[in-house]
């Protein structure tokens, strides 16, 4: 039991959603690709569909989207009665959209190397003062200004989705005033 002082020291992670009597209950949520390191920054809390519940968001900074060795990924998950079911998730299902998938949006680093989802948050509020979330993703190896320079996006919740971090301009909505309302 995990209210037990005696057996918390030490949690054995292969429990989660084994079946067996000493079953922890959870979501394990894996990788989409060999190298990708999903999981290397988490966070819960934010609201970037506008919906009543809470969304989470997983880096995968070692990702190789579209060609771009390392430029990494950003996965948001929105409310989703699946997860809470338990289980595991493979992050490939993660789209835009319903269906068999896992709604929610999948952001790309611009450019190799620049390990998109090395730091994600929600909650900064730095756009502007609103009750919608905000995300905040890192990627420390953008080279917009210099070698490994970085860069640091803060992105509006409450429905303005874009899917390739150079498609974000400098208010935090799609370049070119284009939206996706969910």
């Known amino acids: 039991s995990l209210s037990d002082p005696a057996t918390t020291d030490m949690i054995d992670l292969s ?3 084994n079946g067996g009597a000493d079953e922890i209950r959870g979501v394990v949520l894996l990788g989409d690709e060999l190298g990708d390191r999903a999981g290397f920054a988490v966070a819960g809390g934010g609201l970037m ?14 990702a190789n ?13 929105f409310e989703n009665p699946s997860l809470y079911a338990g289980g595991t998730v493979d992050l490939s299902q993660v789209a835009n ?3 068999n998938q896992l709604e929610g949006i999948v ?3 611009e450019a190799a190397g620049d390990e998109l989802g090395y730091s ?19 990627a420390p ?3 917009t200004y210099g070698l490994d320079a970085g860069a640091s996006y803060f992105l509006e919740g409450g429905g303005f989705l874009t899917r390739d971090i150079a498609e974000v301009n400098e208010t935090g909505r799609p370049k070119g005033g284009h939206t ?3």
């Open 15 to 17: 429990r989660v959603n």
């Open 120 to 138: 994600v948050s929600f909650g900064c509020d730095v756009i502007n003062v609103s009750t919608n979330g905000e995300l905040g993703l890192g």
């Open 107 to 109: 952001y790309i680093g």
């Open 97 to 99: 959209g319903a269906g």
């Open 180 to 182: 996706n309302s969910w």
């Open 49 to 62: 569909n506008a919906g009543a519940a809470q969304d989470i968001v997983i880096g995968a900074p070692g």
């Open 65 to 77: 989207p579209e060609g771009r060795s390392d430029a990494g990924r950003a996965y948001v998950l």
């Open 141 to 143: 190896g953008n080279d």
